[in-house]
C-alpha cells in the first residue's frame, strides 16, 4: 500500500521559521515533490528532491531521507501569504506516473 | 497559454445526470494526469496518458467514469449517472518531462451534485 503521513494544522509566525514533516511508505521511490495550495486554487509546485539532502530555493527549502522515508519542507522568514496548504507527494514508480499525495498540512500565519 | 486550463470552473448538477469536464494542458506536454480532490485532502489520482492513449487508469472509482484524450492534447472526463458522493474538485495536471517529470496543475472544476 502508499502511505504519506503529514500534520493537518501548523501555525507559525510572521518572520519566523517553520518546518513541514512529511513520512511515507510507499511500494517503491522516484522522488518527492512539495506542492503549495492556497484555498481554492490550485497546486503550485515548490520543490523536487530524489536523492538525499537539502534543496535549498530561495526561502523554501526541503529535505530528504530515503533510508528513514522522510522529508520535510523548510520555509524562513514567514509572509501573512505563506498561509497555505502544503501538499506532500510521491512518485513511487519512474516515469511520468502518478504522484501519490498526502492530506495536507494547512499552515496559518499568524502576526 | 501559459499554464493548463479546466472549464468550466463550477459545475452544478443533479443526481443522475451525465457530465463533461475539459482540461486543456500546457502545450506540448505530452503526459496528462486526472486527479479528484475532496474537502482536507490530497489530490487522489484517477487516471493519467501519455498522447493519446491511457497509460494507467486504475484510479477511475467505478465504471461510470471515463475519459478521452483524442488528438494528444485536450482531455475531456465524462461522469455518467453522476451520485452526490462525485462532488469535488476534479483537478487536471500536465507534464513534459524533464527533471523530476514536474506536474503543472490547472485551477480544477468544483462539481456539486445535488
Known amino acids: 500500500g502508499q502511505n504519506i503521513d503529514q500534520p493537518t494544522e501548523m501555525t507559525a509566525t510572521e518572520g519566523a521559521i517553520v518546518q513541514i514533516n512529511c513520512t511515507y511508505q510507499?511500494?517503491?521511490?522516484?522522488?518527492l515533490f512539495w506542492y503549495q495550495q492556497h484555498a481554492g486554487e490550485a497546486p503550485t509546485f515548490l520543490s523536487y528532491n530524489v536523492l538525499d539532502g537539502l534543496e535549498e530555493k530561495g526561502r523554501f527549502s526541503s529535505f530528504l531521507s530515503r533510508s528513514k522515508g522522510y522529508s520535510y519542507l523548510l520555509l524562513k522568514e514567514l509572509q501573512m501569504k505563506d498561509s497555505a496548504s502544503y501538499l506532500c507527494?510521491?512518485?513511487?514508480?519512474?516515469?511520468?506516473?502518478?504522484?501519490?499525495f498526502g492530506k495536507g498540512t494547512r499552515l496559518s500565519v499568524i502576526a | 497559454g501559459a499554464g493548463v486550463s479546466q472549464t468550466p470552473s463550477n459545475k452544478v448538477t443533479e443526481k443522475g445526470k451525465y457530465v463533461e469536464l475539459r482540461c486543456d494542458p500546457i502545450?506540448?506536454?505530452?503526459?496528462l494526469y486526472w486527479y479528484r480532490q475532496s474537502l482536507g485532502q490530497g489530490p487522489e489520482f484517477l487516471i493519467y496518458f501519455q498522447g493519446t492513449g491511457a497509460a494507467d487508469d486504475s484510479g477511475l472509482p467505478n465504471d461510470r467514469f471515463f475519459a478521452v484524450r483524442p488528438e494528444g492534447s485536450v482531455s475531456t472526463l465524462k461522469i455518467q449517472r453522476t451520485e452526490r458522493g462525485d462532488s469535488a474538485v476534479y483537478l487536471c495536471?500536465?507534464?513534459?518531462?524533464?527533471?523530476?517529470?514536474?506536474?503543472?496543475f490547472g485551477p480544477g472544476t468544483r462539481l456539486t451534485v445535488l
Open positions: 502545450s506540448g506536454h505530452t503526459a
Open positions: 495536471a500536465s507534464t513534459q518531462g524533464g527533471p523530476g517529470n514536474t506536474q503543472y
Open positions: 510507499t511500494s517503491g521511490f522516484n522522488g
Open positions: 507527494a510521491v512518485r513511487s514508480l519512474p516515469g511520468n506516473t502518478p504522484l501519490v
